[in-house]
């Protein structure tokens, strides 16, 4: 017998929160860091969505809601998904959760048995393997390529599914590389998924920001036998600011929706009555406070890539979406810093942070240990000044 859950044991602390807690510490001591790491919007949430907020709690929308969330918010994410994605969904198929994350807990617990496997494409966001491992699952990485923007291929996915697969996470526009799937690429995927009858939990929060004009596709709208196996989940966090608001929300067929309510119920009940009311809000939020913000990034990505294309040392996977570059490092490994070799994405993060106040994801967080990521969702001076520091690094290399 073990004290602690043997399951809970295998669970990875998140490296991410680790680099940002002593970030924090760095900046609390007077220190002049430059914050690459966190994956979240600088912009506060619109006024609008705040006072849609500040309302409801003065009309005493401060009670239980249905588990599965307010009718009237589910009303307007169906009407969402079909003005945007072509979808058809009834308020019945979808749930309201406390943040997409919390949306993708909620799913994989509500479908998993014990040793039910899921596939995890690499590089992956920290969370999805150990997601699988709190809900009973055992993640498999399925391996991808650079040159194919470490997109997985229908072959790959083919290849990968055994008898024991039980779904596939499917993330686009992707964190960490801003990587965006073709019509064409999730039409052969979806071939091979349906062949296989899997999931598919396909993770759309960074559908807003999509740049150069790419469009997302939701690979749920490619046709009814998909959408059936289709667990999509979307929310607020990013394109709206709120990440501290923990609003999010999942759509399926309704067994899944209806197990997904009862895992809820039983859990947090429903997410906060405020929030909820803050997320009505954000559905009704004028357009142009969202695409104010990709301009934004768009600039600053721009910048970015302008600026990396200057230091030969470094490469990268061209962003399309989302605002993270994912940079390769590794023509850095093997070389010496004051005595300390480069051995990895890790020991780099470190050494840009204790000696250049530079506060960025080691690509090993990510599963891919040649790059680091660094995100652009801060301001352009700091983007400026985070990247000269990159840059003055490499000259001190022996
Ligand atoms: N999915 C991906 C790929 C993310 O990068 C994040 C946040 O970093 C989330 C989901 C979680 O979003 P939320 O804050 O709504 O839980």
């Given at each position: 017998?073990?004290?602690?859950?043997?399951?809970v044991?295998?669970?990875?602390?998140?490296?991410?929160?680790?680099?940002t807690?002593?970030?924090?510490?760095?900046?609390?001591?007077g220190?002049?860091?430059?914050?690459?790491?966190?994956?979240?919007?600088?912009?506060?949430?619109?006024?609008?969505?705040?006072?849609?907020?500040?309302?409801?709690?003065h009309?005493g929308?401060?009670?239980?809601?249905?588990a599965?969330?307010?009718?009237?918010?589910?009303?307007?994410?169906?009407?969402?998904l079909?003005?945007?994605?072509g979808?058809?969904?009834?308020?019945?198929?979808?749930?309201?959760?406390?943040?997409?994350?919390?949306?993708?807990?909620?799913?994989f617990?509500?479908?998993?048995?014990?040793?039910?496997?899921?596939?995890?494409?690499?590089?992956?966001?920290?969370?999805?393997?150990?997601?699988?491992?709190?809900?009973?699952?055992?993640?498999?990485?399925?391996?991808?390529?650079?040159?194919?923007?470490?997109?997985?291929?229908?072959?790959?996915?083919?290849?990968?599914?055994?008898?024991?697969?039980?779904?596939?996470?499917?993330?686009?526009?992707s964190?960490?590389?801003?990587?965006?799937y073709?019509?064409?690429?999730?039409?052969?995927?979806?071939?091979?998924?349906?062949?296989?009858?899997?999931?598919?939990?396909?993770?759309?929060?960074?559908?807003?920001?999509?740049?150069d004009?790419?469009?997302?596709?939701?690979?749920?709208?490619?046709g009814?036998?998909?959408?059936?196996?289709?667990?999509?989940?979307?929310?607020?966090?990013?394109?709206?600011?709120?990440?501290?608001?923990?609003?999010?929300?999942?759509?399926?067929?309704?067994?899944?929706?209806?197990?997904?309510?009862?895992?809820?119920?039983?859990?947090?009940?429903?997410?906060?009555?405020?929030?909820?009311?803050?997320?009505?809000?954000?559905?009704?939020?004028?357009?142009?406070f969202?695409?104010?913000?990709?301009?934004?990034?768009?600039?600053?990505?721009?910048?970015?890539?302008?600026?990396?294309?200057?230091?030969?040392?470094?490469?990268?996977?061209?962003?399309?979406?989302?605002?993270?570059v994912?940079?390769?490092?590794?023509k850095?490994?093997?070389?010496?810093?004051?005595?300390?070799?480069?051995?990895?994405?890790?020991?780099?993060?470190?050494?840009m942070?204790?000696?250049?106040?530079?506060?960025?994801?080691?690509?090993?967080?990510f599963?891919a240990?040649?790059?680091?990521?660094?995100?652009?969702?801060?301001?352009?001076?700091?983007?400026?000044?985070?990247?000269d520091?990159?840059?003055?690094?490499?000259k001190?290399?022996?």
């Amino acid at each position: 017998k073990t004290r602690i859950s043997e399951k809970v044991l295998e669970v990875k602390p998140s490296i991410t929160l680790a680099i940002t807690a002593k970030a924090k510490e760095m900046i609390e001591s007077g220190m002049d860091v430059i914050g690459f790491g966190a994956g979240e919007p600088d912009f506060d949430t619109p006024e609008f969505i705040k006072d849609a907020a500040i309302k409801a709690i003065h009309e005493g929308r401060t009670k239980y809601t249905a588990a599965v969330g307010v009718l009237e918010l589910r009303k307007l994410i169906a009407q969402k998904l079909k003005r945007d994605n072509g979808l058809e969904y009834s308020p019945d198929q979808i749930i309201v959760n406390s943040g997409a994350k919390h949306s993708l807990s909620t799913a994989f617990q509500s479908i998993l048995n014990p040793g039910d496997e899921v596939l995890v494409p690499v590089p992956y966001w920290v969370s999805y393997p150990e997601i699988v491992r709190i809900a009973g699952g055992v993640p498999v990485f399925l391996k991808t390529k650079k040159e194919n923007d470490f997109k997985m291929t229908a072959e790959d996915l083919d290849k990968a599914i055994t008898s024991k697969t039980k779904a596939i996470y499917l993330n686009s526009p992707s964190n960490p590389v801003g990587a965006v799937y073709t019509k064409k690429e999730l039409e052969e995927l979806a071939k091979v998924i349906l062949r296989h009858e899997i999931f598919v939990v396909s993770d759309e929060i960074y559908e807003r920001l999509l740049y150069d004009g790419e469009k997302h596709i939701s690979i749920a709208s490619l046709g009814e036998e998909i959408k059936e196996w289709t667990i999509l989940v979307n929310g607020m966090s990013k394109s709206h600011a709120m990440t501290g608001w923990r609003i999010g929300y999942t759509a399926a067929s309704k067994d899944v929706i209806t197990a997904m309510g009862k895992v809820q119920g039983h859990a947090v009940s429903h997410p906060s009555s405020i929030t909820q009311y803050a997320g009505i809000g954000a559905l009704q939020c004028p357009d142009h406070f969202l695409s104010e913000m990709v301009e934004e990034y768009d600039v600053r990505r721009k910048f970015c890539v302008d600026r990396l294309n200057q230091i030969k040392e470094l490469s990268y996977i061209y962003p399309k979406g989302a605002f993270y570059v994912f940079i390769d490092v590794s023509k850095l490994f093997g070389r010496t810093f004051k005595g300390k070799v480069i051995e990895g994405s890790m020991d780099y993060a470190n050494l840009m942070l204790e000696h250049y106040q530079v506060a960025l994801v080691p690509g090993i967080a990510f599963g891919a240990d040649e790059f680091v990521r660094i995100s652009y969702a801060t301001a352009l001076e700091q983007i400026e000044k985070g990247l000269d520091r990159m840059e003055a690094f490499i000259k001190e290399l022996d």
